[in-house]
């Protein structure tokens, strides 16, 4: 089993519980991201992290939790925010750099939050009244690798047959 982690959550000071979502439902067998989260009432909890892989599913939103509260099973209630992924393709390690700074940058001048792992790709929270023109620039410029995590819907794991093969 591969689990990406997230080293520095946006909100890991509001943060009380790690779990996790399965990957499998978006083509990555075998494949989950752990995610930081703030738990409410019951089997309920707030994501306190910018998903990187697991679509349908963003910052703030209110997920519920299987009955051991180690994996999410689902949205319950939507943030209003969108995740904008993008991938550093470039080889030449003073480009990456110079990428990641422009992104960050450009965030930093924006409001906008955002995550990297293995220093190549990111996620930014973009609030429901964001200006992304900035962004849309940046990646036109720098033609970047991107997609939008909404394009496909959270997806709950196949428990029942996850517990069967243990």
């Known amino acids: 089993m591969s689990v990406l982690v997230h080293a520095e959550p946006v909100r890991r000071s509001a943060a009380d519980w790690i779990a996790r979502i399965a990957l499998e439902p978006f083509g990555f067998d075998g494949q989950w991201e752990q995610v930081w989260l703030r738990r409410r009432e019951g089997d309920l909890a707030e994501l306190c992290c910018i998903p990187l892989l697991a679509y349908g599913v963003a910052l703030g939103d209110v997920v519920r939790l299987s009955g051991d509260g180690s994996t999410v099973l689902g949205v319950v209630e939507r943030s209003g925010r969108h995740v904008f992924r993008a991938l ?45 023109s900035g962004l849309a620039g940046l990646v036109e410029a720098r033609r970047l690798e991107w997609e939008w995590s909404s394009t496909l819907p959270f997806e709950a794991p196949r428990l029942r047959r996850w517990w069967r093969r243990r």
């Open 88 to 132: 550093l393709t470039v080889e030449r390690t003073e480009e990456v750099a110079e990428i990641r700074a422009e992104i960050e940058a450009m965030c930093a001048r924006a409001g906008l939050l955002l995550e990297w792992t293995d220093g190549r790709f990111v996620g930014i929270d973009i609030p429901p009244d964001a200006d992304v």
